[in-house]
């Protein structure tokens, strides 16, 4: 029986590369590349995502819609690693751990798109809350969030680093998106069942990967107010046979830098960790996900999409 064939459309880009060297290695599947002097040209580009037997795009999204316009084979199926695609219908949303059937329908589907590194944190801690009634589906949901400057691809990295240089004690730390409307909320916003778009505020870190996404719950404003206790508890429940989504104890200091939360401590896994902490007197909680924002933020996600969609066990070439 001839193996799978994959072809990596924008192998060299930041997503595609960390793709690559996880797939490289591995001998159940034939990785497919272009030559570097045709990677721009469509006529190759085409003839090659046509001829595999899985295509991942790890591209900008115009770029991404147009090769997927490019597909006149039927039989191939497309793993979409830009955002592109993450809200659009006849798209199966990859987030396996999501709900019940959710590795059924990306085993059985040709169009795959690749999570968001943030939206991955936030929807681990909110998707179950809102999906069990915890938290009421229009409550006004905020969302802080810091990456490290890999997250935003190569335009985001030279332009962190190029202020960086800059100044002598590195620039610690920035927020971003203040217009609003960063590209990520759709996306939230259609996978979490909220009512409303959270209002999302992003930051950029001085450190290359890792990630904590924040969701305060200040419980007071609720009618029926939850315990610190039932929030962990639906969690855990609900991740209870999931391998790369860990739930730690209910108000956990033991993964913790002293006083401090590590944004890294994820990093080179394709965990999300996941975190509660309450105060049942306050009437306050905080949700927080830690995961690396290149492993199943993007290229640990990707492939174990990959090893979904071609039927094989879902845990090879991840960690």
Same mark, same amino acid.
């Given at each position: 029986?001839?193996?799978?064939?994959?072809?990596?459309? %924008?192998?060299? %880009?930041?997503?595609?590369?960390?793709?690559?060297?996880?797939?490289?290695?591995?001998?159940?599947?034939?990785?497919?590349?272009?030559?570097?002097?045709?990677?721009? $040209?469509?006529?190759?580009?085409?003839?090659?995502?046509?001829?595999?037997?899985?295509?991942?795009?790890?591209?900008?999204?115009?770029?991404?819609?147009?090769?997927?316009?490019?597909?006149?084979?039927?039989?191939?199926?497309?793993?979409?690693?830009?955002?592109?695609?993450?809200?659009?219908? %006849?798209?199966?949303?990859?987030?396996?751990?999501?709900?019940?059937?959710?590795?059924?329908?990306?085993?059985?589907?040709?169009?795959?798109?690749?999570?968001?590194?943030?939206?991955?944190?936030?929807?681990?801690?909110?998707?179950?809350?809102?999906?069990?009634?915890?938290?009421?589906?229009?409550?006004?949901?905020?969302?802080?969030?810091?990456?490290?400057?890999? %997250?935003?691809?190569?335009?985001?990295?030279?332009?962190?680093?190029?202020?960086?240089?800059?100044?002598?004690?590195?620039?610690?730390?920035?927020?971003?998106?203040?217009?609003?409307?960063?590209?990520?909320?759709?996306?939230?916003?259609?996978?979490?069942?909220?009512?409303?778009?959270?209002?999302?505020?992003?930051?950029?870190?001085?450190?290359?990967?890792?990630?904590?996404?924040?969701?305060?719950?200040?419980?007071?404003?609720?009618?029926?107010?939850?315990?610190?206790?039932?929030?962990?508890?639906?969690?855990?429940?609900?991740?209870?046979?999931?391998?790369?989504?860990?739930?730690?104890?209910?108000?956990?200091?033991?993964?913790?830098?002293?006083?401090?939360? $590590?944004?890294?401590?994820?990093?080179?896994?394709?965990?999300?960790?996941?975190?509660?902490?309450?105060? $049942?007197?306050?009437?306050?909680?905080?949700?927080?996900?830690?995961?690396?924002?290149?492993?199943?933020?993007?290229?640990?996600?990707?492939?174990?999409?990959?090893?979904?969609?071609?039927?094989?066990?879902? $845990?090879?070439?991840?960690?």
């Amino acid at each position: 029986m001839s193996k799978p064939t994959v072809f990596i459309d %924008g192998a060299e %880009g930041t997503t595609g590369l960390q793709i690559h060297s996880r797939l490289n290695h591995r001998h159940d599947m034939e990785i497919v590349s272009i030559p570097p002097e045709k990677r721009k $040209d469509a006529q190759a580009r085409s003839q090659l995502i046509n001829s595999a037997d899985v295509a991942i795009l790890c591209l900008p999204d115009d770029a991404a819609r147009e090769a997927v316009s490019f597909v006149t084979n039927p039989n191939v199926k497309i793993l979409d690693a830009s955002s592109a695609h993450r809200v659009t219908d %006849g798209w199966v949303y990859g987030f396996p751990e999501l709900e019940q059937n959710r590795r059924e329908q990306i085993k059985h589907a040709t169009r795959v798109s690749n999570p968001g590194c943030y939206p991955t944190g936030f929807l681990a801690c909110v998707r179950p809350l809102i999906a069990s009634g915890i938290i009421p589906n229009d409550f006004p949901v905020t969302i802080n969030a810091i990456s490290g400057y890999s %997250g935003g691809g190569k335009k985001l990295i030279e332009e962190y680093q190029s202020i960086s240089q800059q100044q002598a004690d590195n620039y610690a730390y920035g927020i971003y998106g203040l217009s609003f409307g960063h590209k990520h909320v759709k996306e939230i916003h259609k996978h979490s069942g909220l009512k409303f778009p959270p209002l999302f505020v992003p930051a950029v870190g001085n450190f290359e990967k890792g990630m904590l996404v924040q969701i305060p719950l200040p419980l007071q404003a609720l009618k029926n107010q939850p315990s610190g206790e039932l929030i962990h508890n639906t969690l855990k429940e609900y991740y209870q046979n999931e391998k790369y989504v860990l739930v730690a104890p209910l108000n956990d200091d033991s993964l913790r830098k002293g006083k401090f939360f $590590d944004a890294q401590a994820a990093n080179d896994t394709n965990l999300v960790q996941v975190f509660v902490f309450a105060n $049942d007197e306050t009437k306050e909680a905080l949700l927080v996900a830690r995961l690396d924002n290149l492993g199943k933020g993007a290229s640990g996600a990707a492939v174990q999409n990959l090893n979904i969609m071609l039927g094989l066990d879902e $845990d090879l070439g991840l960690c």
